[in-house]
């Protein structure tokens, strides 16, 4: 009988490893870890997933209705319960949820109009980024091939990131700093080549 | 007197608090992945329950805010405050007097109030006095994570 001598014992703990930090693939249904990964995060990650999932999905399918969706707390609550009852893929999910949630009233008192870029990113916590990265990744999941994304772990993204938004800078004295903090972090993400969008055909 | 601004101070820490996780003021995304934050809001906020009258400055007199950028305008023009240094905002801060450090933005200003040091221990980004952040984030950040100078100039107010 073969049996597994301790290179081969090695070689199964790394492959084992390696697929566990590997990003989920872009295609096929929720693994019970995608609910499980929605479900343990915080308030704050799940707005930040949600975030991460809008800014990939907005290139890859440019908005056609005057509509907007809002993604909020209800949004996050709905997102919950059919993950308790769904195996569909979670940015389809996610997608689901918004589109049932009603649009919230235009906030007169509010500021609009920002974007996901460089600020935001040094504004977020480390967990916070692993959240928008994973929701790229969920935008992914559910894009076909109109969004690729290279197989990398949701950590080794967002360290490129705060790399190439030179996080560290914190005098803002690298110029690298100022002049990528406008970039948004969808771009940031295809300037390191973590992501591809090809240009969805029109219906 | 230590008693007196040691109760200041936790008066300031609660306003911000309250602000900070107030679920009206977490920054919200639509569907087209345009951003809806409450940093003028959550100013008015804070100067309310810190019990500092900002009317005609932060908000109207029905209570209602003004956007960042007027908020900041009136600040810079009003007799009963005075830019000071990020120094001294963090000094007063300290105090638990309410200072604002705010940038006028082209599209729309942020403004934020100073946190007093010490409270904290999870203060994101390094240098620069410590915000209260309510913004694209909400949370206790130092100045480097909230505003870059690339964007305008960072003016902190104090009052007189």
Not at chain 1, 147 to 152: A, E, H, L
Not at chain 2, 3 to 23: E, F, H, R, T
Request: proline residues 4%; aromatic residues 8%; contains cysteine.
């Amino acid at each position: 009988m073969h049996r597994i001598n301790s290179t081969s014992r090695s070689f199964f703990v790394l492959v084992a490893l390696l697929l566990w930090f590997m990003p989920h693939s872009a295609n096929g249904q929720t693994s019970a870890r995608d609910s499980d990964v929605w479900r343990s995060f915080s308030s704050a990650q799940k707005r930040y997933a949600f975030f991460g999932f809008i800014d990939c999905r907005k290139p890859a399918f440019p908005p056609t209705k005057t509509i907007r969706y809002n993604a909020d707390d209800r949004t996050y609550k709905r997102v919950d319960e059919l993950a308790d009852k769904s195996t569909n893929p979670m940015g389809q999910l996610m997608l689901d949820a918004m589109k049932e949630v009603p649009p919230a009233r235009a906030d007169v008192h509010a500021e609009h109009g920002s974007v996901d870029d460089g600020m935001l990113w040094r504004g977020l916590l480390d967990q916070e980024k692993q959240a928008y990265v994973q929701g790229v990744f969920w935008c992914a999941q559910i894009s076909n091939a109109n969004t690729t994304i290279s197989q990398q772990s949701i950590q080794q993204v967002v360290q490129k990131l705060n790399d190439w938004y030179v996080v560290t800078d914190d005098d803002w004295k690298d110029p690298r700093s100022n002049a990528r903090v406008d970039v948004p972090v969808i771009s940031a993400l295809q300037k390191i080549e973590v992501l591809r969008f090809t240009a969805a055909k029109a219906k | 007197m230590a008693q007196q601004q040691s109760s200041q101070i936790q008066s300031l820490v609660d306003a911000q608090n309250a602000a900070m996780s107030n679920g009206k003021y977490q920054p919200t995304t639509d569907s087209n992945g345009n951003l809806t934050t409450h940093c003028s809001e959550a100013a008015c906020a804070i100067a309310k329950g810190t019990g500092t009258n900002l009317t005609g400055i932060l908000y109207d007199a029905k209570g209602n805010n003004y956007d960042a950028n007027t908020q900041i305008n009136n600040l810079a023009n009003s007799s009963g405050y005075h830019a000071v240094t990020p120094e001294q905002a963090q000094a007063l801060a300290d105090k638990g007097v309410l200072v604002f450090g705010t940038q006028h933005g082209a599209r729309h200003g942020h403004i934020a109030s100073v946190r007093p040091e010490g409270v904290d221990s999870n203060v994101r980004g390094r240098s620069g006095p410590i915000l209260a952040n309510v913004g694209i984030f909400n949370g206790v950040a130092h100045q480097s994570a909230v505003m870059t100078p690339a964007h305008g100039a960072i003016v902190y107010y104090a009052p007189n």
